[in-house]
Nanobody, 120 residues
Framework: VQLQASGGGLVETGGSLRLSCTAS????????MGWFRQAPGKQRDLVAM???????NLADSVKGRSTISRDNDKDTVYLQMNSLKPEDTAVYYC???????????????WGQGTQVTVSS
């Protein structure tokens, strides 16, 4: 199972970005999908998570500015970020909780990370 993230980049304060992440490989089912971020010298923190049924959880720091969604047919999760601030600058990592094909237990998978830089 692999996760391929895209959509990061450089944006000015107040701008918007849309991150996408697609899971591929021998997938049985996907439970939670989401995004974490890690700024230099800091720990990796949850940004947003969406369950297979559509329930979402967003960090307080992005509530009101960001939306997470998923397309289960495409095994893809999206993070729409608006009103970006310099403190949103970080490497964003895609995450998925996947039950691989022919397996019985879920496993955690991570994407390669995509850089988001917000200039002041």
């Amino acid at each position: 199972v692999q996760l391929q993230a895209s959509g990061g980049g450089l944006v000015e304060t107040g701008g918007s970005l849309r991150l996408s992440c697609t899971a591929s490989g021998r997938i049985g089912s996907i439970s939670n999908m989401g995004w974490f971020r890690q700024a230099p010298g800091k720990q990796r923190d949850l940004v947003a998570m969406v369950a297979s049924g559509g329930g979402t959880n967003l960090a307080d720091s992005v509530k009101g500015r960001s939306t997470i969604s998923r397309d289960n047919d495409k095994d893809t999760v999206y993070l729409q970020m608006n009103s970006l601030k310099p403190e949103d600058t970080a490497v964003y990592y895609c995450y998925a909780q996947v039950r691989p094909l022919y397996k019985t237990l879920n496993q955690d998978y991570w994407g390669q990370g995509t850089q988001v830089t917000v200039s002041s």
